[in-house]
T-cell receptor, first 115, second 117 residues
Framework: AQTVTQSQPEMSVQEAETVTLSCTYD???????LFWYKQPPSRQMILVIRQEAYKQQNATENRFSVNFQKAAKSFSLKISDSQLGDAAMYLC????????????FGTGTRLQVTL | DTGVSQDPRHKITKRGQNVTFRCDPI?????LYWYRQTLGQGPEFLTY????????KSRLLSDRFSAERPKGSFSTLEIQRTEQGDSAMYLC???????????????FGQGTRLTVV
């Protein structure tokens, strides 16, 4: 079974600074997707960024980028120019490409953004 | 389209009572998923439907849990004889099946927070 590990329960960053959230995963599959979701206090999760395992190029979405290291099974999220609205729980997730396409989540990193 | 909606948002129930939650997916999405999230944990997969067929159930889904999706539209999740350990956020997500372009995004509802006292 696949597992996703987020070893940083909480992180803090100053506004306008850069922060990196770490995520590692374990799988025997070669074809899969990885995601970062943002879960604000209202709890509705929003997709931040996704990475297809077959793509070597790291995904980027505006201020959000990932560092995908397939051999190391590492998938970190970098948030540049942090804003107060970035404060939330960030969940790393793995998707198998099998029939169910269910997501396996890590335990999350709660990000605080300070002035 | 207003996205995935879940009802109720909060539910407090006494131990031993039955509860039912509802999820209305995005209308054109044929896949619907239920997840459970306890405090300090990430969401865990419970079950999923493709149209009206329930295709997979997690071993987390004990026989006290049942889910339905009649006519492939909304879905209900019922918990019978609730226990304190059932206290959690129950999340629903929907998406289209895979297409030629690859994975299609899953959209989540705001969840139903269940508290069993």
């Amino acid at each position: 079974a696949q597992t996703v590990t987020q070893s940083q329960p909480e992180m803090s960053v100053q506004e306008a600074e850069t922060v990196t959230l770490s995520c590692t995963y374990d799988t025997s599959e070669s074809d899969y997707y990885l995601f970062w979701y943002k879960q604000p206090p209202s709890r509705q999760m929003i997709l931040v960024i996704r990475q297809e395992a077959y793509k070597q190029q790291n995904a980027t979405e505006n201020r959000f980028s990932v560092n995908f290291q397939k051999a190391a099974k590492s998938f970190s999220l970098k948030i540049s120019d942090s804003q107060l609205g970035d404060a939330a729980m960030y969940l790393c997730a793995y998707l198998d490409t099998g029939t169910a396409s269910k997501l396996t989540f890590g335990t999350g990193t709660r990000l605080q953004v300070t002035l | 389209d207003t996205g995935v909606s879940q009802d109720p948002r909060h539910k407090i129930t006494k131990r031993g009572q039955n509860v039912t939650f509802r999820c209305d997916p995005i209308s054109e999405h044929n896949r619907l998923y239920w997840y459970r999230q306890t405090l300090g944990q990430g969401p865990e997969f419970l079950t999923y439907f493709q149209n009206e067929a329930q295709l997979e159930k997690s071993r987390l889904l004990s026989d006290r849990f049942s889910a339905e999706r009649p006519k492939g539209s909304f879905s209900t999740l019922e918990i019978q004889r609730t226990e304190q350990g059932d206290s959690a956020m129950y999340l629903c997500a929907s998406r289209s099946a895979w297409n030629m372009g690859g994975y299609t995004e899953a959209f989540f509802g705001q969840g139903t927070r269940l508290t069993v006292v």
